[in-house]
């Protein structure tokens, strides 16, 4: 968890989007967010991988499409 966490300036560093607060905030709110609920792992049981961790699913269809987005490459970031 500490590399995990130690890691997220570099790469949003290395992320061209992320030069724009819009996203890297964002980023960042929905990194925090799925760390917030108690990542226990991830699995790749259908061939698409998926954070596991402990609560209720996240409502992505529900979220605009930045926010979708923020939240797809924050757990691939963590996967």
């Not at 917030?36 to 609560?55: M, T």
């Amino acid at each position: 968890m500490t590399n995990l966490a130690n890691g997220v300036p570099d790469y949003l560093n290395n992320k061209y989007w992320a030069r724009k607060d819009k996203y890297r905030n964002a980023w960042m709110k929905a990194y925090q967010d799925i760390i917030g609920r108690g990542l226990v792992g991830a699995s790749n049981d259908s061939g698409v991988w998926r954070i596991n961790f402990n609560g209720d699913d996240l409502p992505l269809d529900t979220m605009s499409n930045l926010d979708q987005e923020m939240y797809h490459d924050a757990a691939y970031y963590i996967q």
